[in-house]
């Protein structure tokens, strides 16, 4: 059962007030102490910890100095932050059409080194054709009720993608085999993709994998993408959620490392790809 975008800002908020709970049952310290330390109503305190009210930056940082726990502030400031404001709705960024979401994705990706790609249903964005990438885009615009500018959103998106032969930079795919299964458009629109996958597994600054359908790997994941290990950026059906939170980044490296790790790489990718092709035919 799927959870809306409310559930789950509801749900990030009482991770960081059950957080700060901890910190302050860690320390031996009620409520009331909490209160005294930082110069509150208690009643403050009572709705900071039972995730009713959000706290700022320097309730956090207040409520880690009473506790003795101020080298977790940054971690908590950082998780409060990405409860406010990491949920951004597809129909609100999508109003104006979906060239205007590909465009502003450019900044981070110009900024980052390493970037990390899993995706279990879809070929990443930046690994699309022209033809694949509009077949998508104009199947999301007509689900979501958005302008279809389709065909300039998928010339912004492999613009983008330029970015790839960009020296300085590294890019890791890891893909389930079923991404490259799943039929967007036609038959002839997924054999120039996947063989537009062949081609840009060649570049030096990409590696690309993929986990077999056969393979062990943990459960199939929401497609995410890492930036450095600085963030991450989540698509789900109704949100786009970026996560800065160092814990909960590091949980996505660990599971993009497992995915790794249960990827073929080199000839053994080529020949699923290859099989892919062959079974369009």
């Known amino acids: ?4 975008p409310s559930a789950r800002i509801q749900e990030a908020r009482e991770r960081v007030a059950a957080r700060l709970r901890e910190l302050r049952l860690d320390a031996g310290l009620t409520g009331q102490d909490i209160a005294v330390r930082s110069g509150w ?29 101020e080298d977790q502030a940054d971690d908590i400031i950082a998780a409060s932050r990405d ?37 279990s249903s879809v070929i990443p964005g930046m690994l699309q ?26 010339d912004a998106r492999v613009a983008r993608s330029r970015i790839l032969r960009r020296p300085g930079k590294t890019f890791l795919f890891v893909l389930e085999e079923a991404a490259l299964r799943r039929r967007v458009g036609t038959a002839e629109t997924m054999a120039a993709q996947l063989g ?25 994941l929401e497609t995410f993408v890492l930036y ?3 963030a991450v950026y989540v698509e789900l059906l109704t949100a786009a959620m970026t996560i800065t939170a160092p814990t909960e980044v590091g949980q996505y490296l ?19 790809i290859a099989a892919c092709i062959s079974a369009l035919v």
């Open 129 to 154: 054709t022209q033809e694949y990438a509009q077949a998508l885009l104009h199947d999301i615009a007509r689900f979501h009720g958005t302008p279809d500018d389709s065909h300039a959103a998928a």
């Open 228 to 230: 450095d290990e600085e």
């Open 41 to 69: 109503q208690k009643s403050k305190v009572s709705r900071i910890q039972g995730g009713v009210s959000a706290p700022s930056d320097d309730d956090i940082r207040a409520w880690c100095q009473a506790c003795g726990a």
């Open 83 to 119: 409860a406010n404001t990491m949920y951004t709705e597809w129909r609100r960024i999508q109003r104006t059409g979906l060239k205007r979401v590909q465009e502003s994705r450019v900044p981070i990706h110009e900024r980052t080194t390493y970037m990390r790609v899993y995706s």
């Open 196 to 220: 537009n996958l062949l081609t840009l597994s060649t570049v030096p600054s990409v590696r690309l994998g993929i986990i077999p359908a056969s393979g062990t790997a943990m459960w199939p």
């Open 1 to 4: 059962m799927s959870v809306s």
């Open 254 to 272: 660990a599971a993009h490392g497992e995915m790794e790790g249960a990827a073929l790489f080199g000839h053994e990718a080529y020949r699923v």
